[in-house]
Structures are given as structure tokens and as C-alpha cells.
């Protein structure tokens, strides 16, 4: 990175992202990106669909500037955790982000997973998308059958032909793409044409460097109770084994889960950060089977030093290497994941190699990757 200033420095930067429904993996790449990649702007203002506030930091919740109306509406806004309604307005949010002013600024970064990809800035300003997937509604709708359900799911799945045509038309528009993981990039050339570059985003490795090596005497399992990430096949394939596991979530398989829970396996509700790092830190090994874009809680299990069980698609494969990081799975079958719990168990694992893997992945990494891209594309413009 050259030592020269940014082209950025003292100068209005604005971020557009798609919304803000808690402090999760896309809320700390806006955070990161306002924070640490434009650091040097004269000021950094977030355009956003819908924010839960009170769920951010202050200083992120301070930086937004724009919310869509229709979203605020009683029995359509979020209150804290409780999701209200504001997601069914899916088909007004590519004209919202297609109409908001960004006259006043001199680049715009897009943060997007849905409609923000349709910030249309006016010609000659740099603008950078950072894509955390094409907008699964549209183009991975056969597929989302365990994300989506009820109504909305016929609906976004009914509609996504017309999604399809306005997605691929907005990713035209911005100068550079940036994908979370080769998997995305190779949705975004097949579903947009384009190329992308791969920044992996950023995760705070450094909070989960245990001082001391923990007992080590169980697995962890950390999600939602969703079918996707499939929790059920998670606990059946631990019944009968000597090791234990513990599982951290909430959400609509719970009911079903607890009825068919082994003697072996505890199911535990959303903690504190506090408490999942020392559930890392004691992890004998982590499991992810779920196809994810990227899949940051796999790099925090390795910044506590346990080996990851994972699938052998999506993001997983840019961060466990198979017989190094963990092992990979190519279906999450309870019999392939029991022999996958046996193979790591039996494994001498080096603690200090896995930490080191997952600093690949830190947020120092990230900064320096983003401000590399974003510094050549306005110096192209």
C-alpha cells in the first residue's frame, strides 16, 4: 500500500447498504468500512432501507443518515428484536435505493445482499459494490425453501424472474465489485456477467485468542434452529458417540429439536459474547454444515484454536482445509458427520496453526484488501 494520502482524505464519502436488523457478519463490514477502509473522509454517511438502531454500536447507529419512510410505519418497523413487518415491502426497495441523491458525495461503497446494489450515483462519481451475495430471492429461490417460508416465501419465489431483471441491470452500474468468497464471485459471473475481486470480511480474531488452553472436552455447534444449517442431523449424528456437544440457538426447529435431543448433546439458548468465547475456547471442534456465503463463525472457532467440520461448499471452502483447518464433508448426512466428529477427535491438532489461519481473515486483512480497491478505482475514474 503506498504511503500517499488517500484519495478520499477530507472528502464526503457515502455507504449504501440494504438494512439493519442487528449487529451481525454485513453490520461490521459497514462498520469496518466507515471506520477503518475511509477512515480518512471528511465524513462517512450510511443510506440504509431499515435500522433497528438500538441494536447497533452508537457511533455506527450515529453515522446513518436515510431510512426509507414506509419502513418506520407502526406495525412495519422492527422494535428491538421483535422483526416487524418491513421485509414484505422486498418489491418497493429497488426503486428506494435507485432514488436516493448522492450529489453531495465524491464515492460512494456499497454494501449489498439484496436491493442496495441499485444505488444509482450520479455519472462520474467512483462507486464500489461490496457484494455479499446476488440477491438470493431472486436468483437461488429454488433453493431457499429452508430460509423462506409461509406467504412471503411464494411470493419472493413468484417474483423472481422480475428480480432476476432488475438485479442483473443494477449490477452494471457500480465501477469495481468486490465478493466475500470465490463461491460469490462465481455467482456474480455467472448471474451478472461480471468479474469480482475476493475480500474476505472482516472478523475480530483477536477476541477469541484464549491465554489459556481450555479442556478441549466438547463440540460446539453455534446458529440459528433454521433447516439449512441443519441442527437436527447436527445432534442425531452425536447419539451414541463418548463426545458431547453443545448447541447455541434459537429459531423455528427449536420445539422439534428439544424433543429429539440425545443424552449427550445440551441445546442452549442465545448467550452473551462473553460466554460463546469460552464455549470456543473449550471446543474440542466446531461444526458448520450449512452452505454459507462465507461463514464467519467457522473463522472464530479457529481463532479459539478448535478444528471445524464443514461442508464442502460455499464459504467453507476458502477457510478449512481439509486434514489442516478441520475436515470437510460432501453431504450432511448423520452418518458422514458422526465419522467426521470420530476423524477429528482422533486427530492431534495444532492449536497455533489453526489461529494462525483464521488471521487470514481479520480485520486488518480487510481494510488493507478495501483500501487497495477503492484507492485504484477512483484513481481509474
Not at 465524491?106 to 457484494?131: F, K, M, Q, R
Request: net charge neutral.
Amino acid at each position: 500500500m503506498s504511503s500517499d494520502p488517500a484519495p478520499w482524505a477530507g472528502r464526503p464519502v457515502a455507504i449504501v447498504h440494504d438494512w439493519f436488523q442487528g449487529y451481525h457478519g454485513s453490520e461490521r463490514v459497514v462498520e469496518a468500512l466507515a471506520d477503518d477502509v475511509l477512515a480518512e473522509a471528511s465524513r462517512v454517511d450510511v443510506f440504509t432501507f431499515h435500522a433497528a438502531r438500538e441494536l447497533l454500536p452508537p457511533r455506527l447507529a450515529a453515522r446513518i443518515v436515510r431510512e426509507s419512510r414506509p419502513s418506520r410505519l407502526p406495525g412495519l418497523r422492527q422494535v428491538g428484536h421483535d422483526p416487524g413487518r418491513w421485509r414484505y415491502l422486498l418489491p418497493y426497495m429497488p426503486h428506494y435505493f435507485r432514488s436516493l441523491d448522492f450529489s453531495g458525495y465524491d464515492l460512494v461503497v456499497v454494501s449489498s445482499h439484496a436491493c442496495a446494489i441499485n444505488a444509482d450515483p450520479p455519472s462520474g462519481t467512483p462507486c464500489v459494490c461490496y457484494c455479499h451475495t446476488p440477491m438470493r430471492y431472486a436468483w437461488l429461490a429454488d433453493t431457499e425453501r429452508g430460509r423462506l417460508s409461509g406467504a412471503r416465501g411464494v411470493a419472493l419465489r413468484a417474483a423472481s424472474a422480475w428480480l432476476r431483471r432488475r438485479d442483473r441491470k443494477a449490477a452494471q452500474r457500480p465501477d469495481q465489485l468486490v465478493a466475500n468468497s470465490t463461491a460469490v464471485r462465481e455467482r456474480i459471473r455467472r448471474f451478472y456477467g461480471r468479474e469480482a475481486a475476493v475480500v474476505h470480511p472482516p472478523v475480530e480474531v483477536d477476541e477469541l485468542r484464549p491465554d489459556v488452553e481450555g479442556t478441549r472436552d466438547r463440540f460446539l455447534w453455534v446458529g440459528r434452529l433454521v433447516p439449512y444449517k441443519r441442527p437436527l442431523e447436527v445432534a442425531e449424528a452425536f447419539r451414541g458417540l463418548p463426545q458431547r456437544l453443545t448447541m447455541v440457538g434459537i429459531g423455528p426447529q427449536e420445539e422439534e429439536l428439544r424433543a429429539r435431543l440425545p443424552e449427550n448433546v445440551e441445546l442452549r439458548g442465545w448467550i452473551s459474547r462473553e460466554e460463546l468465547g469460552g464455549l470456543y475456547a473449550g471446543a474440542a471442534g466446531f461444526l458448520h454444515v450449512g452452505e454459507e456465503d462465507f461463514g464467519i463463525t467457522m473463522v472464530e472457532a479457529l481463532a479459539a484454536g478448535a478444528p471445524v467440520i464443514a461442508l464442502n461448499a460455499g464459504g467453507a471452502r476458502d477457510i478449512v482445509r481439509d486434514g489442516v483447518d478441520g475436515v470437510l464433508v460432501d453431504e450432511p448426512s448423520v452418518d458422514s458427520l458422526r465419522a467426521a466428529v470420530e476423524r477429528v477427535a482422533v486427530t492431534d491438532w495444532d492449536r497455533d496453526r489453526l489461529r494462525e489461519r483464521a488471521a487470514e481473515f481479520s480485520r486488518a486483512h480487510f481494510t488493507a484488501a478495501m483500501r487497495q480497491l477503492v484507492a485504484e478505482t477512483m484513481h481509474a475514474e
